[in-house]
């Protein structure tokens, strides 16, 4: 808009577009930590079977380290049904384990502090290791959330 000295100009509603571009990014945020949280859910199960989804696995909490940023990072242990602490290289040995966490943090650090109202219902926190929050996140809980736009469509 090229606007000339005391010429008029109307102007756009941008307070109405400026709502509306903060509520999308809101959505967004969210949807974004849903989707993430049921990858890394899925991330502990491909790990552990292999890729194969329909062997059992034990698992039912996997840990999460959250980085200075906000961001989470997974960190290899897990916990049974049982309450049984593991790692995924006791599960599935060194090399498959250091991978597949390596892939697990390709995705699980897009669960940060701008959707924490997602992510936090779903986990415990732990007590702080080496000043850094420790959480242990519920498996079943992150894999029923709903990964399309409308949060409230199952």
């Not at 941008?14 to 990014?25: K, N, Q, S, V």
Request: net charge negative.
């Amino acid at each position: 808009m090229t606007v000339k000295p005391g010429q008029t100009y109307s102007l756009p509603d941008i307070g109405g577009a400026a709502h509306e571009a903060i509520d999308a990014l809101h959505a967004a945020r969210e949807r974004v930590g849903r989707v993430m949280a049921v990858v890394t859910a899925l991330a502990v199960v491909d790990i552990l079977n292999d890729h194969d989804h329909e062997a059992p696995f034990d698992a039912a909490h996997a840990e999460v380290i959250e980085a200075d940023d906000g961001s989470l990072h997974a960190t290899g242990r897990y916990w049974t049904a049982a309450g049984e602490e593991r790692t995924f290289a006791e599960a599935v040995g060194e090399r498959t384990a250091h991978w597949g966490v390596f892939e697990m943090n390709e995705w699980t650090p897009y669960l940060c502090d701008e959707n924490e109202s997602v992510w936090k219902p779903l986990v415990e926190e732990l007590a702080p290791r080496r000043g850094q929050r420790v959480y242990r996140l519920d498996l079943a809980k992150a894999v029923a959330l709903p990964v399309g736009s409308d949060p409230e469509a199952p």
